[in-house]
């Protein structure tokens, strides 16, 4: 069994930053990749950030020099730094990794999201 267990998130005005954290627990050998995903009623989900076990990073143009994900390796979890936050950021943001189990196999999982709001 695996699972990703999510904080942060919440209200802030305009201009101002937040941070989320992913921590990944359970049949677990290693993990390939971890990232995040978002979604607004009303909007397509789209890719916010990626991260691989290197280190290689990737954003979506629309956050780009305003967000920053990092990841700990030994600890299982990705961070998401947001900052100069605008309104089009409001939206679920999602929690996803690519995992090794301890069996060799590779799956993919999603975390239960958490909202992020941000007031003009």
């Known amino acids: 069994q695996v699972q990703l267990a999510e904080s942060g998130g919440g209200l802030v005005q305009a201009g101002g930053s937040l941070s989320l954290s992913c921590a990944a627990s359970?049949?677990?050998?290693?993990?390939?990749?971890m990232g995040w995903y978002r979604h607004d009623p009303g909007k397509s989900r789209e890719l916010v950030a990626t991260?691989?076990?290197?280190?290689?990073?990737n954003y979506a143009d629309s956050v780009k020099g305003r967000f920053t994900i990092s990841r700990d390796n030994a600890k299982n979890t990705v961070h998401l730094q947001m900052n100069s936050l605008k309104p089009e950021d409001t939206g679920f943001y999602y929690c996803t990794a690519e995992i090794v189990t301890n069996w060799g196999n590779v799956y993919d999982y999603w975390g239960q999201g958490t909202q992020v709001t941000v007031s003009s």
């Open positions: 359970g049949n677990i050998r290693s993990i390939n990749a």
């Open positions: 991260i691989t076990g290197g280190g290689s990073t």
